[in-house]
């Protein structure tokens, strides 16, 4: 192997394989592409879901959040954690990327498979959202589109193996991954499961919708299908702590105050999430009580327990750093004096604190049975999911996009005064957007309608008219959260195609 595909980063240090860049690369840009498409279904179907504005029709709004379930969930995040994935593999370890072309045949298969998606769907051949429940039947194409989507992400987290393996050998670390590379391991181990469970249920369906099969049956599918559907949240929540440490590692140079405790929190995540799965089937009657309150009642709060110990290890980590840089004054020098103006290192700290605010309390309670049943299926639980995978996830992610492009793509940003804030209105438009929806959807008002003031529909009475105010707050964190994703994908390119080249 030759040592001179590497080079090491003028900023970070970081020891850069060449073919390893590459795929982190091509990967980070097809998410942002994805999201952007993904952010203009959000607008579209937040600006009907808001009544004074009421903009698509029936078949457009079913339409456009189908593809924006799929664009901004399953492409948009999907793509950025293989984009991860290489980048702990290789850049983290300073080792080469071993199979590159495995990498880009997993690339290719998340790109065919994603495209497939689109198009069949803005053809009006795939009006099933994208939990696509059977009965509801789409066109064989869909379902084979997302087969190799899944197939590519398989490979690309198969792929983290196969690399942290031949890099041991080489004697890249000694004992145990960094924790970094540890989370994204952890990350990898849950979204080699989940994605067997997709397998597991999109096999059937296409062959189903193909005609090969004669039925799938209701019941069975929601349960498989959540293996993957809420699975794949906990790849989510495993990328996105580690791309908090890795925040806090680059731009204050923190250290966990606790690895090991770190890390066992980590496998707590793996031990305990896909039980935790059944939080969607609470008021399914096909499921024992017994079952469900032993998976959401006990499994849940261990995997919550996880979360709970991260979100305090690292802002103390935070604390640590900046004091040792001699912050010390008072109780909250430190606190005063981190960089707020840094993209990466704000995005880190909104993610934190409305991830655990917005999507951690609320969802430990609509986990809850007797919860679940008053709240399942209102616009409430779009809310709680927009404080986990939008507010935490999404916005940690755009965090760490501007932290690599200096490093990966060798470009620095643009915009720079645009860059230091958006996160913030990012972050304050989904909070509206959140709020407004849990709001609503307390007083009733149903998550996947495209009109509640329809007469002669199940909705045929008058919502209390509170629901206006919630779900015009709604409608206004929308318009902020879409100006500011239309920020992330314009400063983001915009950085990659012309910001001033790095040495
Ligand atoms: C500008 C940012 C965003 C806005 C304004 C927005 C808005 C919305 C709205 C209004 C709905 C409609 C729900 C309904 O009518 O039942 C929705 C659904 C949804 N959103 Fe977003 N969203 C945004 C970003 C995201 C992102 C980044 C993700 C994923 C990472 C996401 C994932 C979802 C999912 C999975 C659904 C449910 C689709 C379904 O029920 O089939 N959203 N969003
Ligand atoms: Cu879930």
Redesign the pocket.
């Known amino acids: 192997m030759a040592d001179s595909n590497f080079r090491i980063c003028s900023l970070s240090g970081l020891k850069i394989d060449r073919a390893g860049e590459l795929l982190i690369r091509w990967n980070i840009i097809a998410a942002m592409a994805t999201?952007a498409v993904?952010?203009l279904m959000?607008?579209l179907?937040?600006l009907t879901?808001w009544p004074s504005v009421h903009f698509l029709g029936l078949t457009n709004y079913y339409r456009f959040?189908?593809l924006?379930?799929i664009d901004?969930?399953l492409a948009?995040?999907i793509f950025f954690e293989i984009g991860l994935v290489h980048f702990a593999s290789t850049v983290l370890l300073g080792v080469k990327s071993y199979a590159p072309k495995v990498g880009w045949l997993s690339f290719a298969l998340m790109l065919i498979g994603g495209a497939l998606i689109n198009v069949i769907v803005m053809l009006g051949k795939a009006d099933v959202?994208?939990?696509s429940y059977v009965p509801l039947k789409a066109d064989p194409l869909y379902y084979l589109g997302v087969i190799l989507f899944a197939v590519g992400a398989l490979i690309g987290f198969i792929l983290f193996f196969v690399n942290i393996l031949l890099a041991k050998k080489e004697g890249a670390y000694k004992r145990s991954l960094p924790l970094g590379a540890f989370g994204i391991m952890a990350a990898s181990v849950i979204g080699i499961l989940t994605l067997l469970h997709g397998a597991g249920i999109f096999i059937p369906a296409f062959l189903w919708s193909a005609n090969l099969i004669p039925s799938v049956d209701p019941s069975a599918y929601r349960l498989v299908f959540w293996g993957l559907g809420h699975s794949s949240q906990q790849i989510n929540v495993c990328a996105m702590v580690t791309v908090w440490y890795l925040t806090v590692a680059f731009v204050v140079g923190g250290k966990p105050v606790n690895e090991k405790l770190s890390r066992t929190a980590f496998v707590l995540y793996i031990l305990f999430i896909n039980l935790a799965s059944e939080h969607h089937l609470l008021v399914d009657p096909v499921l024992s009580t017994w079952h469900k309150i032993v998976n959401t009642s006990y499994m849940m709060h261990l995997a919550v327990l996880a979360s709970m110990i991260h979100a305090f290890a690292i802002p103390a980590s935070i604390e640590v750093a900046l004091r040792k840089q001699g912050h010390t004054r008072g109780l909250f020098e430190w606190l005063k004096k981190a960089p707020w103006g840094h993209p990466a290192f704000s995005a880190m700290a909104i993610s934190i604190l409305l991830f655990g605010f917005l999507g951690g309390i609320t969802g430990v309670i609509f986990g809850t049975e007797q919860f679940a049943i008053i709240r399942h299926n209102t616009?409430t639980i779009?809310g709680h999911?927009?404080g986990t995978?939008?507010a935490g996830?999404?916005v940690a992610f755009m965090g760490f996009t501007y932290l690599i492009i200096p490093y990966i793509f060798k470009r620095q940003l643009i915009w720079k005064g645009f860059a230091s804030i958006q996160p913030y209105l990012y972050g304050l438009?989904?909070a509206l957007?959140s709020i407004g929806m849990m709001s609503a959807g307390t007083f009733g008002v149903p998550?996947?309608?495209y009109d509640i003031t329809f007469s002669g529909s199940i909705f045929n009475h008058t919502f209390d008219p509170t629901v206006d105010i919630f779900l015009s707050l709604?409608g206004i964190g929308?318009i902020l959260?879409?100006t500011g994703?239309v920020l992330y994908i314009l400063i983001g390119f915009g950085s990659i195609i012309w910001g001033k080249q790095v040495e």
Do not use: C, K
Request: aromatic share 14%; charged share 10%.
């Open positions: 999201l993904g952010g959000a607008f179907v937040a879901r959040l189908t924006h379930g901004a969930l948009w995040i959202m994208f939990t616009f779009t999911f927009h995978v939008v996830t999404t438009g989904v957007l998550r996947r309608h709604m929308a959260a879409v994703g």
